[in-house]
């Protein structure tokens, strides 16, 4: 039903109400209205009756529902408006169907992504495929990886947030794998990136997904701070709506997990021993933003102030090492990656872990 004809039936509906309320001086008018309907098409005042409320109640509820029939379709055009002023773009990815080994161009290993993880298609070389993996590329036999396409934004995000509760992502249908709208919940303490918005909805990419949310359940991450992806095994650190760093790290393992939720930066601390019930670690820079957890170098290395140090090869970062041998709850970092987060870091500087 299009704006018109839903003014044309609601104004009908409120006459017929008015009609009903006259008062008793227009009583003569009233009594003549029968006679004239008579003289009229009978067949046409039936269909008049039935379309028409018989109490008041029923006449508001329909008021009521026509109304909100178009505000939905205007809200819903409103959406529409804004993601056709981005670049939406098809893109080509691939997932993981198992622990996956990512290698340099010579064959060399680079590290590993862990079962389920999603990444850029960049290419097909010697018969395996050119990836993003983290802030460099790599190869992946095609064997263990999954290919297919979803849709992306190709615009600059402008607004950074996160789930504070489950928060209900709709996806349009002509943005839908499935060519079908798609309702998906999205859990605490995701991150949504902001594209555009209005005074009720955010537009949004999330994981693999891109769409719109709601205001509620959402707030606001601004200027600097750092996202751990426990799932994902990697570390993100954001300035200024920029993605400035994107790098694996390794968390902790089961027994002593990397807890969820956003935290702050509380102390920030340099060339130290990091003690524990059954074990010393020496660290260039230690970033502590949950009762002791902290973002720390752990990858084996060496320096003139303390020659060689650390625990950890390179190639062990990300994936899914965390599970065997995961840390007492610290993010691990690279040596370079630590060195970059500490320049931006902070005390108060929010620290972000999800799933």
Known sequence: MNKLSKRILIGAIIGAVNLTGCSSDHSNDVAQRPAIVEEQDENQNDKFETVMPSTNEEVQESVQEVVQEEVVQDSTQQVNDIISRLDVVSKDVVTTNLRTMVTNSDGGTLGYLGTGVTVSLLGEENGKY????????????????????????????????????????????????????????????????????????????????????????????????????????????????????????????ETTPTHEGLWHVYSISHHRDLVGANYRAYVDHFIAFNDGEGLHDAEYHSCSYNADHGWRNAVDFGGEKYLRSGSHGCVNMLRDAVEVVNDYAYIDMPVLVKK
């Open 130 to 253: 050119h990836i993003q993996y983290y802030d460099t590329t790599g190869y992946v036999t095609k064997d263990f990886v999954t290919r297919s396409t979803i849709v992306d934004i190709n615009s600059n995000f402008n607004k950074v947030l996160y789930a504070t509760s489950d928060v209900e992502l709709t996806i349009p249908d002509y943005l839908s794998s499935t060519n079908s709208e798609q309702k998906v919940t999205i859990p605490t303490n995701e991150l949504f990136e902001v594209f555009d918005e209005n005074n009720d909805i955010y537009v949004v990419r999330t994981n693999n997904y891109v769409g719109y949310i709601s205001h509620e359940n959402v707030n606001e991450l601004t200027g600097t701070f750092v996202v751990v992806d426990i799932s994902d095994q990697s570390l993100k650190l954001y300035n200024d709506n920029n993605v400035i760093l994107n790098t694996p790290v390794i968390t902790g393992k």
